[in-house]
């Protein structure tokens, strides 16, 4: 029963254009979405989060959108550079995080030169 | 200075034995995690743990178990690893509170024989 769904298992995208990678919950009580970078053989590495109260979140070259009436959420990238090429997980968390978070299966996203 | 560390990185070890791997965080965080990456990639809960509370993922069997010295510590020993065992463990640490985003260590990758 996965609560967090990434159904893309892999995106490419050319170097310098807009990544957009997507996530969809089902748990009506999640109330912080995270994403996370990682690369082989390293921890994944936080990038941004969104508060259920926002729908939008911006720092840097990443945005992250919130749509909690689709239970939708989306990481853009832009643009996109080469070091961006790793895998992205979308995970969430509700009252706190202390249960720990709900992860999806990640997006592999691949930039191409 | 390294926030979250994890040793070993890796562990090859036979069945029937007993492990553990070490976790340390440096962030002054007063909750610690562990994580299970299985084959399938996903990342999955096991504890979480601060002073006060022990929060265990019901699917985790009882042959796991977290041990924390002290704040800054969480290990997770293992007995009577089985072959299902195989994946890598992640240790994590947050400031819980409202809505506080985990950092993760580099992963250990045991492989039981």
């Known amino acids: 029963d996965q609560q967090v769904k990434q159904n893309s298992p892999s995106l490419s995208v050319q170097e310098g254009r807009i990544s957009i990678l997507n996530c969809d919950y089902t748990n009506s009580m999640f109330d912080y979405f995270l994403w996370y970078k990682k690369y082989p053989a390293e921890g994944p590495t936080f990038l941004i989060s969104i508060s259920s109260i926002k729908d939008k979140n911006e720092d840097g070259r990443f945005t992250v959108f919130l749509n909690k009436s689709a239970k939708h959420l989306s990481l853009h990238i832009v643009p996109s550079q080469p070091g961006d090429s790793a895998v992205y997980f979308c995970a969430a968390s509700a009252g706190g995080g202390a249960d720990g978070l709900t992860f999806g299966k990640g997006t592999h996203l691949i930039i191409q030169p | 200075d390294t926030a979250v560390s994890q040793t070993p990185k890796y562990l090859v070890t036979q069945m029937g034995n007993d492990k553990s791997i070490k976790c340390e965080q440096n962030?002054?965080?007063?909750?610690m995690y562990w994580y299970k990456q299985d084959s399938k990639k996903f990342l999955k809960i096991m504890f979480s743990y601060n002073n006060k509370e022990l929060i265990i993922n019901e699917t985790v069997p009882n042959r796991f178990s977290p041990k924390s010295p002290d704040k800054a510590h969480l290990n997770l020993h293992i007995n009577s690893l089985e072959l299902g065992d195989s994946a890598v463990y992640f240790c994590a640490s947050s400031q819980v509170g409202t809505q506080e985003t985990q950092y993760f260590g580099p992963g250990t990758r045991l492989l039981v024989l």
């Open positions: 962030l002054g965080h007063d909750t």
